[in-house]
């Protein structure tokens, strides 16, 4: 959890960004506890002068008519700016956060579920997002009861003395409602968050849960935070009712000793009946101390959730550095000494590669051979420990963000589509280009006032953001885990000659065509324009219109990470001779569990435990027994192109699918002894 430092910077910022409405709220908030401390003195001044029949008793009353009316509608405005001012900081703080996870790399990221950033990114930023206006409220709430007892005071010094000898128990009462809450609050909300993580978890693994009849199993594991949710709850509640119980009966009687002193003293000679009149007000008003257990109480939620959603806005984000690429690079890519380490495990050790410039390369291995994190290394979506990654001489990390994005394109298992964003089939594809190019077919530009709406590839099958003009990063978390984090701000192509609405439709079509996605595309009811929302489709549908968006975005390198997986495999040849003739050349990087895909690439990476086992051409490496049985029972060699019978398939894509981003999430999952369900990476 993130430190209260963290969570208190956190909140400063929120006060800073509201820092106009939550003024205003202020000046409201304590005019209107002004004109409530003035009422009770005008009202008794009014009464003393009435039952004197003095003449000036008009205007008094008069002045008291108003100050209730400033007081009723400076109360209305004060409630009304705490909702604007909350809104306000919530946003903030949800954006702060947002903007944390997008921009770290995914191994940070990835210990956070869908469904315990679903939980932080709600409640606890509506949570956090309340501070400012509870702080412009709380110095009303300290107001009003001070100066009412400074007014009792100035009426009769003994009933100020009388009220104030009680509030020593009335501050131990505050103070211990404090102290308990924070410590309840706190951990009802990782109850809550635990609860959210594993819906998520669940929802993504319906299919599993359905076919294996565990959904029984699966709803008391879901639900078994809730007994710490009704531990903490209650507690939390017992505490808060006890505060306003024992405040319920303090203050009456702290009140009903001040009217009955003042009493003493009218009969005395010493007050008059308005003095009375204003001294029971006076102490009504003093008593109201209690209330300021209300701000109390939404600060201390506040800082309880902002410790939780600050460990999001806090993590640190991925650099990035100021090179470009030489105009003319083929594209070579070259990993030198790689080595990768995540929570202590090794993914990769010393991986030493040289990819030559336009090649097609196929990187093999078993389940958990490193091949998605070599991917994801080779596109920078995540930085190693060790060693270089080089694309044409230049090291990843000294390149700006839109120099790499524009030579880069992912396609994935699993893409994901941002129905918001590209609400389209056309601008899905769309997507790929980036800002300036997306915007002339009418597709990519439109929500984002002038930044391209970069919707991300993940393995995992999870949501993605927007990229906010000129390079801004995209979200990236999913249920089982935390993808790539991507955005794809192209600088690169901005400075090219802008496109017509004509050219780049048929650069979409010609994209899905590459793809093999054109023909069900022109099914659909309205074609290219037919809404995400109205199109279903099917897990081999899907990685095509993935796949074409990577296609005309192609940059330099294209990397493929088991996009394929899902294709039926005359789909999948189409796609692979797309990738041979029709695209422009490229480096590509496949990982690939067909031996078919391994033979028709030039060169073959082939990775054992994280290790580089043999590098060469399929038909050399196929002699070796031990790289023919990582894709299990093929009967035939390489050389043949032969395909292999449907059971060999079927189980080099069930072997393959611990390859798909994802792998590593699900690996995580079974360390902290979560579910792993086959939407994390297998075939639909």
């Not at 903490?232 to 017992?238: C, D, N």
């Not at 590669?353 to 490193?370: E, F």
């Not at 192209?490 to 590459?514: F, I």
Request: hydrophobic share 45%; glycine share 10%; net charge neutral.
């Amino acid at each position: 959890m993130a430190s209260r430092t963290g969570s208190d910077r956190l909140l400063r910022g929120a006060v800073r960004h509201s820092a106009g409405p939550t003024a205003v709220l202020l000046v409201c908030s304590v005019v209107a506890a002004a004109c409530a401390l003035a009422v009770p003195a005008v009202a008794g001044r009014t009464l003393d002068l009435l039952l004197h029949r003095h003449p000036a008793a008009g205007a008094w009353l008069a002045w008291a008519a108003v100050l209730l009316a400033a007081e009723v509608l400076l109360e209305a405005a004060t409630v009304l700016l705490t909702q604007l001012t909350t809104a306000r900081a919530t946003a903030w703080v949800r954006i702060r956060a947002s903007t944390g996870l997008s921009a770290t790399a995914p191994h940070r990221a990835e210990p956070h579920s869908g469904g315990d950033v679903a939980a932080r990114l709600c409640v606890n930023a509506s949570d956090s997002g309340a501070a400012p206006a509870a702080l412009a409220t709380s110095v009303s709430s300290v107001l009003v009861p001070v100066g009412a007892l400074v007014a009792l005071a100035l009426i009769d010094p003994w009933t100020a003395a009388v009220f104030a000898a009680g509030l020593p128990l009335l501050l131990l009462v505050l103070r211990t409602f404090a102290h308990q809450s924070s410590d309840s609050v706190g951990r009802y909300q990782q109850a809550q968050g635990a609860v959210a993580a594993r819906l998520t978890e669940a929802l993504s693994g319906a299919r599993t849960i359905a076919a294996a009849h565990t959904a029984r199993r699966e709803e008391e594991r879901i639900l078994a935070p809730l007994e710490d949710m009704t531990r903490y709850g209650t507690r939390m509640w017992l505490v808060h009712g006890r505060a306003v119980a024992r405040a319920g009966v303090l203050l009456p009687l702290l009140t009903t000793a001040v009217v009955a002193v003042a009493g003493t003293r009218l009969a005395a000679g010493e007050l008059s009946i308005g003095d009375l009149l204003a001294a029971s007000r006076y102490a009504a008003l003093a008593a109201g101390v209690g209330s300021v257990a209300a701000p109390l109480g939404t600060l201390v939620r506040a800082r309880t959730a902002g410790r939780r959603t600050a460990l999001l806005a806090d993590l640190p984000p991925m650099a990035h550095g100021s090179a470009g690429l030489p105009a003319d690079g083929p594209g070579d890519l070259e990993l030198r000494k790689v080595r990768v380490v995540r929570d202590g495990v090794p993914l990769l050790t010393d991986v030493t590669l040289a990819i030559d410039g336009g090649s097609t390369v196929a990187v093999v291995g078993r389940s958990g051979a490193g091949k998605s994190t070599l991917s994801a290394l080779a596109g920078r979506l995540t930085d190693p420990d060790e060693g270089r990654v080089l694309l044409d001489g230049v090291d990843l990390a000294e390149l700006t963000r839109a120099e790499l994005r524009s030579a880069t394109s992912y396609a994935f298992a699993r893409p994901a589509f941002d129905s918001g964003a590209t609400p389209t089939v056309r601008r899905a594809i769309a997507s790929g280009l980036g800002a300036a190019e997306g915007a002339g077919c009418g597709a990519v530009n439109a929500e984002a006032g002038g930044g391209a709406d970069a919707v991300v590839d993940t393995g995992g099958g999870s949501v993605r953001a927007a990229e906010t003009g000129g390079g801004a990063v995209t979200a990236a978390e999913t249920g089982g885990g935390t993808d790539a984090v991507l955005d794809t701000g192209r600088g690169a192509r901005t400075a090219a000659a802008p496109r017509t609405a004509e050219s780049l439709a048929e650069e979409v079509r010609d994209a899905a065509r590459a793809a093999s996605a054109d023909t069900f595309i022109r099914l659909l009811p309205q074609g290219y324009d037919t809404p995400l929302d109205d199109t279903p489709l099917s897990g081999g549908e899907s990685q095509r219109l993935g796949l074409a968006r990577a296609f005309i975005g192609a940059g330099r390198l294209m990397i493929l990470d088991d996009a394929t997986s899902s294709l039926d495999t005359a789909t999948e040849r189409q796609v692979e001779l797309a990738l041979s003739t029709s695209l422009q050349p490229c480096t590509k990087l496949v990982v690939a569990h067909r031996v078919s895909t391994a033979a028709r690439a030039d060169k073959v990476v082939w990775l054992e435990a994280g290790r580089v086992r043999g590098c060469g051409p399929h038909r050399l490496l196929w002699e070796d027994p031990d790289y023919r049985a990582v894709f299990l029972a093929e009967p035939t060699a390489a050389s043949t192109a032969t395909v292999a019978p449907v059971e060999a398939v079927a189980s080099a894509r069930a072997a393959g699918a611990a390859g798909a981003p994802g792998a590593v999430a699900a690996q995580d999952n079974r360390r902290a002894g979560r579910p792993v369900h086959d939407e994390l990476g297998s075939d639909a």
